[in-house]
Nanobody, 122 residues
């Protein structure tokens, strides 16, 4: 069965960095675009970043552009989110997800991980 497993979430001070990982299994990883989303209690899941199937194209939310970097390694079915200059408002559960083609809309994504908690403290 399809599995996406995120890891790397942690408690970090504002201004710090984290690298999230997402390992995929049960899918032909290299044909899917991959997205990162985040969610806080009481809010809808928010688009963070996208990387195309080949890795050649990336898209970022305005709130993270210039601070976050998405990458992937199709040889090991993994996608990453490097987060620098973290802010208090980056605190959320972060999810990776797979999509055919490109989308910033959570409903278009066909497979989701369980999420990993990122907490940024002052």
């Amino acid at each position: 069965q399809v599995q996406l497993v995120e890891s790397g979430g942690a408690l970090v001070q504002a201004g710090g960095s984290l690298r999230l990982s997402c390992a995929a299994s049960g899918i032909t990883f290299s044909v899917y675009g991959m997205g990162w989303f985040r969610q806080t209690p009481g809010k809808e899941r928010e688009f963070v970043a996208y990387i195309s199937a080949s890795g050649g194209n990336t898209v970022y939310a305005d709130s993270v552009r210039g601070r976050f970097t998405v990458s992937r390694d199709n040889a090991i079915n993994s996608v990453y989110l490097r987060m620098d200059s973290l802010k208090l408002e980056d605190t959320a559960v972060y999810y990776c997800a797979a999509v055919y083609g490109y989308s910033r809309v959570a409903g278009d994504y066909v497979n989701w991980g369980q999420g990993t908690q990122v907490t940024v403290s002052s």
